[in-house]
């Protein structure tokens, strides 16, 4: 990317010109990758917020009009037309796959859906109340020793990316299957990646599972909808191992960790806690608003804000309509979808969360969704890593593929202590 414009910067007694960079959609970046010898100086960016760590191609999110694409496509549109595969390869290959393309892809996807048997003893060492998220990231690392960790040269990086998410689903439904006693339920080649998960993790031996198209492809749009956003906390986890040339299955594993964490992936399963707390304590919703707004408490509404959206979330625009969608399908009801739709109407319409343009994200009607397929609260941060895995291949990819990357390294602003003359122990004071 060009630079087409220049900044100036006035420090101390310098007089610094600085390349501005202009993205496809108009976003406008300083390149600083010389201010250092330039002005002698570092920047400083709390949670990089106002920092862009790379030039992308995969993913636009546009915060403030609430626009969400893919590789140049509109979300709304993949949801309405494409299989989770479909998008997974978009992502991963940077077009949409033709039939042809899409046959081989599912073919890869099967060929590459079972795990070596040794794995199976893995779960065994695990206590039965394991986290599945520590259980998935373990796993996936440990795919390492098992099959060869491929650099994006070479020609066979697409099976390795087919490999993991394939392999990442069939971890997901084992973990849940040994969680419950029960054993294990193998892939099947007659059926699609969603419907193949979802048997994985429902039948068995003496009670198969109906398969009911209508939670399939609202499965595949959830998957759609968590595939990729761009630089968020645990894709830039996955660049980041990535930058020091560690393998893939190593850098997907600190994606895996990042987005356990409350504050991001984690925040599904969190909100699922809050609403049964809310149902439990006389849906007293205020109190818990309440909370969330009171700088005393820890308590933060989860599901709500967005480091990007400053508006509602496009993808829980598609979520909360998808509720009605499901439960009037398998005509049943969930108390905790009424909860939160009251919530919400509260939040939006309280001054609090208008002036900080809190709106409902990602996480906030996904769990409900989850809930009504029979997947249980832990393992709504799984749904969410089998929906974004195939962004953080592509993520990953992108990122080793840059001849000029360089390591991640930020810099920091020293607070500490000045020079210090060494204390012999013996004449050190208690602190
Ligand atoms: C995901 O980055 C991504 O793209 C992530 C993601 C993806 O697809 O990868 O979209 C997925 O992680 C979605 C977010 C899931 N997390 C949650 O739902 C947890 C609850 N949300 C918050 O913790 C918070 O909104 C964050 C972490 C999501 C965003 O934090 P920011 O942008 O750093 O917001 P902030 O801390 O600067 O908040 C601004 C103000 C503060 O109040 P003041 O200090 O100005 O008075 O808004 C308040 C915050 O206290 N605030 C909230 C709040 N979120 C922000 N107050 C109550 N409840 C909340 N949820």
Redesign the pocket.
């Known amino acids: 990317m060009q630079a087409t414009e220049k900044a100036q910067l006035k420090i101390r007694d310098k007089e610094v010109e600085l390349p501005v960079l202009v993205g496809t959609e108009g976003q406008v970046g300083i390149d600083i990758t010389k201010l250092k010898q330039q002005a002698g100086c570092t920047t400083y960016d709390i ?1 990089f ?1 106002n920092t862009a760590s790379c030039i992308s191609n995969i993913t636009y ?1 546009d915060g403030i009009n609430g626009v969400l694409r893919y590789r140049g496509f509109n979300i709304e549109d993949l949801v309405e037309h494409c299989s989770f595969i479909e998008v997974a390869y978009l992502l991963v290959h940077g077009v949409l796959p033709t039939a042809a393309e899409l046959k081989k892809f599912s073919r890869y996807l099967n060929q590459h859906s079972m795990i070596h048997e040794n794995m199976h003893h893995f779960f065994n060492g695990f206590p039965a109340d394991s986290h599945p998220m520590a259980i998935l990231a373990s796993m996936v690392t440990s795919l390492s020793s098992f099959y060869p960790s491929l650099t994006h040269k070479d020609p066979t990086f697409d099976i390795t990316g087919a490999r993991l998410i394939s392999k990442v689903r069939t971890i997901a439904a084992f973990s849940f299957k040994k969680s419950q006693g029960e054993p294990v339920v193998y892939p099947r080649h007659d059926l699609s990646f969603c419907a193949n998960f979802l048997n994985m993790m429902f039948s068995s031996p003496v009670n198969p599972y109906e398969i009911r198209p209508e939670v399939v492809r609202i499965l595949n749009k959830l998957l759609i909808l ?1 595939v990729d ?2 630089q ?4 830039t986890a996955v660049r980041l191992i990535g930058s020091a040339r560690a393998n893939l299955y190593a850098s997907i594993s600190a994606g895996i960790c990042a987005l356990w964490g ?4 984690g ?1 599904n399963q ?1 909100v699922i806690e809050m609403l049964k707390r809310i149902k439990n304590d006389q849906r007293n919703i205020k109190k818990y608003v309440d909370m ?2 009171d ?1 005393n408490s820890p308590f ?9 959206y400053k508006n509602y ?1 496009p993808r829980a625009r598609i979520c909360r309509k998808m509720c009605d969608e499901l439960f009037g399908s398998l005509q049943t009801s969930d108390p905790l979808l009424d909860i939160a739709r009251e919530l919400e109407h509260i939040a939006l319409n309280d001054d609090y969360f208008i002036e ?1 343009h ?1 709106y409902p ?3 906030f009607y996904t769990g409900i969704l989850y809930r009504a397929m029979g997947i249980p609260t832990n393992m709504l941060t799984v749904m969410f890593t089998i929906g ?1 895995l195939p962004g953080w291949i592509a993520q990953w990819k992108e990122s080793t593929e840059e001849e000029s990357a360089k390591i991640f390294r930020p810099r920091q602003i020293y607070n500490g202590p000045t020079r210090l003359d060494f204390i012999p122990i013996d004449q050190r004071k208690k602190a």
């Open positions: 949670g917020a999110v968590h956003h761009g968020n906390c645990s894709t409350p504050l991001h992936g925040a969190a969330a707004k700088k933060r509404l989860p599901g709500f804000g967005h480091a990007v979330d900080r809190l994200n990602v996480d974004r």
